[in-house]
């Protein structure tokens, strides 16, 4: 079947031919027995779900859309060019990719959100199929994921291994052992069978089986061999990810085309039409209940905000990994419980299994836990982007304001890692209303977004008639007078605050800046600000220097002729102490910013 031609354009252009030649019989009995879906419309929400975790095998996956019609066969000869999608790891630009994958260990556990999806909120018969390779189930993520969707219950995914005993450099460490594999599936819960899998008949069979169980996921661990089907190269080391000699083509093709026992052409099954036809766009918010003055934590005042989105709209979805008394999306499961999913510690699977959800519209998901963790996710929030994935995140515990607990629970990287996702929304809210609005912005916006909130408790310095824009920031002090421009947000902008009461008794206005989104960033009002205030600009920020607010500020407003950026901002490893204390340590409390302003009106 799929092999002509996946050989054909294997052998022209791909790197990777021996990682496709072993999953070729795996990959056409799910695409042309197994699975039900519209091969005229891959991206139909009641199709079955087919995850190419090892994405490297690419080739396989576009070959098998060929062979149902759906690429026209001229296509894949394009493969890796630059005007063609075909690109050399699957990306949802194709409409039968829904994550991106190629950064090995991340399949499974957008899978797991998919099937999630499938079985507790669409109630829908679609099933999700996911291919991974035997040397990426090194990754941990991969064990993250198996324990996740056993604990669901997610009888409607299946996990193909392809143990095709290699890996990249050399052999993956378990080789050919499929009994340690099915040992390890069972402890973790799943339904397991070992099978050929070259077999085609026993592949058919297996699947049929998968389909039978209730209540468990089931892995099927495939024995195959890499470059199954080509002399010289099967189960030979050093062939991963390389054309097929020139010379040798011809006879290759030839070889493969020998083995093809019928040329009937084959059609898929089409799905059962259950998947509910849902809107998740324009969800509306009803103004804010706080009053200026007011103390609250923004990352309590995420959990208000997400419930209320909640009930604006029922496919609003919470994810956590076990802090949701301390982000509060603990106020959204309170609220709707059907619809919030527990992640446990797992912050890599969290973020895969927020992007399955949120795959084919299926969902608005927000997954919760403290910003230092989300680092660990960096990779996924990174493939996320790749991915067209439109997730929100939220960091709570940023910076050292939440004192106490010490420097391993403190996020003072976040801002840069999230600014360097090229499709990512950056909310950085300050007070009650603000973070309200974050949260209704991010539902209503496409790509990634990443919503910081703090621990403290802090005024509420909105009305609940305010209006919010993404990029849009906000002058919350200004006088006539004003000599420097002061950039603060979430706690910091609260310190700004009360310096500009302090300097105002010494005679000595500033202006001051909430820039609501640091990106986009308003760099439109902060230059005219900035100018206002004779080019000075002071930026303060709970976060490190590198890659944080001051960079951003200094980079909005490069090339405006006399601007000087002076930015307060935390270095080095913190410690343990109040949360005043610590702002004063790092130079970034209403104190240190009147000493910055001094020392500007001194010069
Ligand atoms: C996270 C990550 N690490 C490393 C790589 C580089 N890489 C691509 S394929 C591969 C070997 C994969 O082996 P396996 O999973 O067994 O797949 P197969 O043998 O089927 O090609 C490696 C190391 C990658 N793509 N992603
Ligand atoms: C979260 O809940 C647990 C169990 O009730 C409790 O022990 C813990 O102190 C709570 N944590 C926070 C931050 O409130
Ligand atoms: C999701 O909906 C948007 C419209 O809001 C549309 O542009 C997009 O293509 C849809 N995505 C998928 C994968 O269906």
């Not at 891959?42 to 490297?56: M, Q, T, Y």
């Not at 302090?502 to 990106?519: H, S």
Request: glycine letters at 8%; a negative charge; one cysteine or more.
């Amino acid at each position: 079947m799929s092999c002509v031609w996946l050989t054909r354009s294997a052998l022209a252009a791909t790197k990777h031919p021996t990682s496709c030649c072993s999953a070729a019989e795996i990959v056409s009995v799910l695409f042309f027995n197994t699975m039900k879906y519209k091969a005229d419309d891959p991206g139909n929400i009641n199709n079955d779900r087919f995850v190419l975790s090892k994405g490297h095998a690419a080739p396989i996956l576009y070959a098998a859309w060929a062979e149902a019609g759906f690429l026209k066969e001229s296509d894949l000869l394009n493969l890796r060019k630059i005007d063609s999608d075909l690109e050399g790891h699957p990306t949802p630009k194709l409409p039968f990719v829904d994550v991106a994958t190629g950064s090995l260990g991340q399949g499974l556990g957008a899978s797991c959100g998919m099937a999630y999806t499938g079985k507790y909120f669409d109630k829908a018969s679609y099933r999700v199929y996911c291919l991974l390779g035997d040397g990426e189930s090194s990754e941990g993520a991969v064990w993250e994921a198996m324990a996740f969707a056993s604990h669901y219950k997610l009888d409607n995914l299946v996990a193909i291994f392809d143990v095709n005993r290699l890996g990249q450099s050399e052999a993956a460490p378990l080789q050919h052992k499929t009994d340690v594999y099915k040992k390890r599936c069972e402890a973790f819960g799943w339904n397991t069978y070992v099978v050929d899998g070259h077999d085609v008949a026993e592949l058919c069979c297996t699947l049929w089986q998968a389909a039978q169980v209730k209540d468990k996921p089931t892995a099927i661990i495939a024995k195959t061999y890499k470059g199954k089907g080509i002399a010289g190269v099967e189960n030979e080391d050093n062939w991963h990810g390389k054309p097929m000699p020139k010379d040798k083509v011809e006879s290759i093709i030839k070889e493969i085309q020998n083995q093809i026992q019928t040329n009937k052409k084959l059609s898929p099954q089409p799905p059962v039409e259950d998947a509910p036809e849902i809107s998740i766009s324009d969800i509306k918010m009803q103004s804010p209940n706080y009053k200026i003055g007011d103390k609250i934590a923004t990352r309590k005042a995420y959990g208000v905000a997400l419930s209320k989105l909640g009930q604006a709209n029922s496919h609003v979805v919470a994810l956590d990994g076990d802090t949701k008394n301390s982000t509060f999306s603990e106020t959204f499961k309170n609220a709707h419980p059907d619809r919030y999913i527990e992640c446990f510690i797992a912050e890599q699977n969290m973020v895969s299994v927020a992007m399955g959800c949120a795959t084919r519209n299926r969902t608005v998901a927000f997954a919760s836990t403290f910003a230092a963790f989300l680092s660990r996710a960096y990779d996924h929030i990174r493939m996320g982007a790749i991915s067209q994935s439109n997730v929100n995140l939220c960091g709570s515990h940023c910076g050292v304001s939440i004192g106490e607990d010490g420097p391993s629970q403190m996020a003072l990287e976040d801002i840069a890692m999230f600014r360097a996702v090229p499709t990512c929304t950056v909310f950085y809210p300050s007070d009650g209303v603000s973070t309200e609005h974050a949260v209704f912005l991010a539902a209503n916006t496409k790509g990634i977004c990443f919503i910081r909130t703090s621990r403290p408790d802090t005024a509420v310095i909105y009305s609940p008639e305010e209006k919010f824009e993404v990029g849009q920031a906000k002058v919350v002090r200004q006088s006539d007078s004003d000599r420097v421009t002061v950039i603060g947000a979430g706690v910091t902008l609260h310190e700004a605050l009360a310096a500009a009461d302090e300097l105002a008794k010494q005679g000595m206005n500033i202006r001051v800046i909430d820039p609501f989104t640091i990106k986009p960033l308003d760099a439109a009002t902060i230059i005219s600000s900035g100018r206002a205030t004779g080019g000075h600009i002071i930026t303060v920020e709970d976060h490190y220097k590198e890659g944080g607010i001051g960079e951003a500020v200094a980079a909005a407003v490069a090339g405006q002729p006399g601007f000087i950026v002076q930015s307060l901002a935390v270095h080095g490893v913190p410690r343990s102490g109040k949360p005043s204390e610590l702002l004063d340590m790092f130079g970034i409390s209403a104190k240190s910013i009147v000493e910055a302003v001094k020392s500007t009106f001194a010069n």
